[in-house]
């Protein structure tokens, strides 16, 4: 069965830093997905980033981008010039695309909040 | 596209009764998911649906719950008898799953909070 782990419970920056948000998997398969999932406090879950396991290229979203180190299983969110409005929960989450598995896995997910 | 529309919003309602959750999906996704969020243990997968059939259950915690999807444009979550430990956000969501771009990406309804007294 395939794990997802958040170290960080729980993380604060300043408003315009950078912050990187950790996460890291544990699989056996080689084609997946991977995905950051944000949820303020309306509670509603919404798509940050997605990243494609064959592709070497790190997904990239405006402000928001991922380092996906498929050897170490490792897949960080990093927010730059970071805004009040990214204050959430996020969650990093785990898909094998594979019929009978499509299901999303979840991390424990990562406080954010962004201090103006 | 509306989204994924679920009902109710809020629910409270008295341990014994029966609670029942619902669920449009978006039109043209053939999967629909049933999630449940709790602070204890995080966001839990409890049943999916591909083409209107369920794929695997196993996240269903017990008899009390049960999950239908007569229909591509909508389910049901039924949990009969409620207890105070059902007490949670539950959220439906649906994807589509081919190689194409968009694929392979769960959109998710606004929950249902439940609350059993």
């Known amino acids: 069965a395939q794990t997802v782990t958040q170290s960080q419970p729980e993380m604060s920056v300043q408003e315009a830093e950078t912050v990187t948000l950790s996460c890291t998997y544990d699989?056996?398969?080689?084609?997946?997905?991977l995905f950051w999932y944000k949820q303020p406090p309306s509670r509603q879950m919404i798509l940050v980033i997605r990243?494609?396991?064959?592709?070497?290229q790190n997904a990239t979203e405006n402000r928001f981008s991922v380092n996906f180190q498929k050897a170490a299983k490792s897949f960080s969110l990093k927010i730059s010039d970071s805004q009040l409005g990214d204050t959430a929960m996020y969650f990093c989450a785990f898909m094998n695309p594979n019929f009978g598995n499509e299901k999303l896995t979840f991390g424990t997910g990562t406080r954010l909040t962004i201090i103006p | 596209d509306a989204g994924v529309i679920q009902s109710p919003r809020h629910e409270v309602t008295e341990m014994g009764q029966e609670v029942t959750l619902r669920c449009k999906p978006i039109?043209?996704?053939?999967?629909l998911f049933w999630y449940r969020q709790t602070m204890m243990r995080g966001l839990e997968l409890l049943i999916y649906?591909?083409?209107?059939?369920?794929?695997?259950d196993s996240g269903m915690p017990e008899d009390r719950f049960s999950a239908k999807m007569p229909n591509a444009s909508f389910s049901t979550l039924k949990i009969q008898p409620s207890e105070p430990r059902d007490s949670a956000v539950y959220f439906c969501?649906?994807?589509?799953?081919?190689?194409?771009?968009?694929?392979?990406?769960?959109?998710f309804g606004a929950g249902s909070r439940l609350t059993v007294l």
């Open positions: 649906f591909n083409n209107n059939v369920p794929i695997d």
């Open positions: 969501a649906s994807s589509f799953m081919l190689s194409v771009a968009g694929a392979n990406v769960l959109t």
């Open positions: 039109s043209g996704h053939d999967y």
């Open positions: 699989t056996s398969e080689n084609n997946y997905y």
């Open positions: 990243q494609e396991a064959y592709k070497q």
